[in-house]
């Protein structure tokens, strides 16, 4: 007769360190909601902060900045980072392990500049602060200015992209990610590289919304493999 197999035994560690994750994937798509709803609610920028675009939310603009655009970015890459972690296999792993640290690395980076480059805005919108003549002429001064955060911001940008394709290079090696998904993530990044600084308003939140997406992915994946292990 033969033996039922012994039951696996998982260690209270083990799932205290699922429920950890699943939380934090949580915490995740938390954070990328909040990213999308902070994008869709501040006005587009090209370059150029307007005085006539911020005047009518100014009370708002500042703790949304402060607390809904700057820590929803923050969070949202800094989860995924932790969760492209575990998708670190045999000869890519060191590979990947570097692409998650720029992806946290450089949206730390991006997530600060672009909260704290507001706050002057903030001040010089406000009429209990400044009259409107001298409110719009801080805003020429300022904007003439922003190039001062270029390098901050493209060179977030720019290393968060890069980890994503070292990440999408070496989990297609190694097959820590479904093909497809690497092929989605390739021909977004290449599609994200083309595209002229200011697209169109409907395809930059197209493609705001499939970079989101493929965050939320990133993460799931992830997730995933800290199952499995």
Same mark, same amino acid.
Do not use: C, K
């Given at each position: 007769?033969?033996?039922?197999p012994?039951?696996?035994t998982?260690?209270?560690?083990?799932?205290?360190?699922?429920?950890? #994750? /699943?939380?934090?994937?949580? !915490?995740? &798509?938390t954070a990328? @909601?909040?990213?999308? +709803?902070f %994008?869709?609610?501040?006005? =587009?920028?090209?370059?150029?902060?307007?005085?006539?675009?911020?005047?009518?939310?100014v009370?708002?603009?500042?703790p949304?900045?402060?607390?809904?655009?700057?820590?929803?970015?923050?969070v949202?890459?800094?989860a995924?980072?932790?969760?492209?972690?575990?998708?670190?296999?045999g000869?890519t792993?060191?590979v990947? #392990? /570097?692409?998650?640290?720029? !992806?946290? &690395?450089?949206?730390? @980076?991006?997530?600060? +500049?672009? %909260?704290a480059?507001?706050? =002057?805005?903030?001040?010089?919108a406000d009429?209990?602060?400044?009259?409107?003549?001298e409110?719009?002429?801080?805003?020429?001064?300022?904007?003439?200015?922003l190039?001062?955060?270029l390098?901050?911001?493209?060179?977030?940008?720019?290393?968060?992209?890069?980890?994503?394709?070292?990440?999408?290079?070496?989990a297609?090696?190694?097959r820590?990610?479904?093909?497809?998904?690497?092929?989605?993530?390739?021909?977004?990044?290449?599609?994200?590289?083309?595209? =002229?600084?200011?697209?169109?308003?409907?395809?930059?939140?197209?493609?705001y919304?499939?970079?989101?997406?493929?965050?939320a992915?990133?993460?799931?994946?992830?997730?995933?493999a800290?199952?499995?292990e």
């Open positions: 007769m033969l033996s039922a012994a039951p696996t998982v260690s209270p560690v083990a799932v205290h360190r699922w429920r950890a #994750l /699943v939380a934090l994937y949580a !915490i995740l &798509l990328l @909601v909040g990213r999308v +709803v %994008t869709a609610w501040e006005p =587009p920028f090209d370059g150029t902060i307007r005085y006539d675009e911020i005047r009518p939310i009370d708002a603009y500042w949304m900045n402060l607390y809904l655009g700057g820590p929803a970015y923050l949202g890459f800094v995924t980072a932790v969760f492209v972690v575990f998708l670190a296999r000869r792993a060191v990947t #392990l /570097v692409g998650a640290a720029l !992806i946290g &690395l450089g949206g730390t @980076v991006f997530a600060l +500049v672009i %909260t480059e507001t706050l =002057p805005f903030a001040y010089a009429p209990a602060v400044l009259p409107e003549a409110g719009r002429a801080l805003f020429d001064v300022l904007n003439a200015h190039g001062l955060l390098p901050a911001l493209v060179g977030g940008m720019a290393a968060v992209a890069f980890g994503v394709l070292l990440v999408l290079v070496a297609g090696i190694s820590a990610l479904p093909r497809w998904f690497v092929v989605v993530g390739l021909v977004y990044l290449v599609v994200f590289v083309v595209l =002229p600084p200011d697209p169109p308003r409907p395809v930059a939140m197209a493609m919304l499939v970079e989101v997406a493929f965050l992915g990133l993460g799931w994946f992830g997730r995933r800290a199952r499995a």
